[in-house]
C-alpha cells in the first residue's frame, strides 16, 4: 500500500474506532489519525525539511499544532503542558511551543501533539453535550462544534503541508469530512467578503462545490447575525469542492482556481480573492 493508501486507511480506522466521539469532532479525529499515520513514516533528517511559513520544518509544523489545539484544550478545561499562560494568543504559544520542541527530538514533539490530540478527543467522547459551548481560539469565537471542525481543517492543511515536504502524495479526505469543511468554509465566506472589503450589503452568492463531499449553498455576503439571503443571489459560483478548501487554506491562489461564475462576474472575483484572508483568522 502506498503512503496516500496508508493515510486514508488510518482515517477509515479512526472513524469505525471513535464511535464515542460526537459526530462534530469525528473529523478532527480522523484528519488526527491521519497525520498521525505520516508522521510515523517521516525519516530522522525528514524532520527537518522546510514544510511552510517562514522556513519552518515538519518538526516546527507539529509544534505549530500542538499550540494551536493547546489553547481550545486549556479553554475545554483540558491539562496542557506547558500551562497555558494567560497572555497567550496562537503567535505567542507557537513561539513558545516552538522553543521547546526545537530543543527535543522529534520523536518527543511527534508524541506530544499525538497525546494532547488523543486527549482532547477522549475529552470529547466524555462531553458529547459541549457542542453548542461558545469557545475562542486567536480571533475565532464559535460553538466548540465548529471549532473541531477548524481544528480538523487546519490540521488537514499542514498534513499537506507535510506531505508536500517529503515528496508524498496526498488524497481528498472522506467525502463527509471533506463537506464538513466546506459546509462551514462556506458560512465563513461572509467574514472574508468582510475582510476583503467586498461590496456585499443586501448581496447573497450561490455556491455550488461539485466532487465527493460537495452541495450548494445560498450565502449571504452581509456578515451582520441577522442578515438574510436574498431569494435571487447575485452571483453564482461553481468549483470543485477541494479546491475550494486548498483556497480557504491559503493553498491555492485564487487566479489558479477553475471557478465558473454565472451573474455578477466581478462580485465572484472579488469573493474568491478574499477567500484566503480566513487562513489568518
Known amino acids: 500500500m502506498n503512503a496516500t493508501g496508508r493515510l486514508v486507511d488510518a482515517a477509515r480506522r479512526r472513524r469505525r474506532g471513535t464511535a464515542d466521539i460526537p459526530g462534530h469532532a469525528q473529523v478532527y ?5 491521519a497525520l498521525g499515520a505520516l508522521l510515523g513514516e517521516v525519516g530522522p533528517l525528514e524532520w527537518t525539511r522546510t514544510a511552510a511559513y517562514d522556513g519552518w520544518s515538519v518538526q516546527d509544523l507539529v509544534a505549530h499544532l500542538t499550540a494551536t489545539d493547546s489553547l481550545l484544550a486549556h479553554q475545554l478545561g483540558v491539562p496542557v503542558q506547558p500551562p497555558v499562560r494567560p ?3 496562537v503567535a505567542s504559544r507557537t513561539e513558545l511551543l516552538l522553543a521547546h520542541e526545537r530543543a527535543r527530538a522529534p520523536a518527543h514533539t511527534r508524541t506530544a501533539w499525538q497525546e494532547q490530540a488523543e486527549t482532547l478527543c477522549r475529552w470529547l467522547a466524555e462531553h458529547p453535550d459541549a457542542g453548542p459551548r461558545p469557545v475562542t481560539v486567536g480571533p475565532m469565537s464559535m460553538p466548540v462544534s465548529d471549532m473541531m471542525t477548524v481544528r480538523a481543517f487546519e490540521t488537514w492543511i499542514h498534513t499537506g503541508d507535510i506531505a508536500a515536504a517529503l515528496d508524498r502524495v496526498m488524497s481528498a479526505p472522506p467525502a463527509e469530512h471533506l463537506h464538513r469543511m466546506a459546509d462551514l468554509g462556506a458560512r465563513l465566506l461572509p467574514v472574508a467578503a468582510a475582510c476583503g472589503q467586498v461590496e456585499h450589503r443586501g448581496r447573497s452568492l450561490r455556491l455550488v462545490l461539485s466532487g465527493p463531499g460537495g452541495g450548494s449553498w445560498l450565502v449571504p455576503l452581509d456578515p451582520r447575525p441577522d442578515a438574510r439571503p436574498i431569494a435571487e443571489p447575485a ?5 470543485d469542492v ?3 478548501c486548498l483556497l480557504l487554506g491559503d493553498r491555492r491562489p485564487p487566479p489558479t482556481i477553475q471557478a465558473t461564475l454565472h451573474g455578477d462576474v466581478l462580485l465572484g472575483r472579488q469573493v474568491l480573492d478574499a477567500a484566503p484572508s480566513l487562513a489568518g483568522r
Open 87 to 89: 497572555e497567550d494568543d
Open 235 to 239: 452571483v453564482e459560483l461553481v468549483l
Open 242 to 244: 477541494v479546491d475550494f
Open 29 to 33: 479525529a480522523a484528519m488526527t489519525a
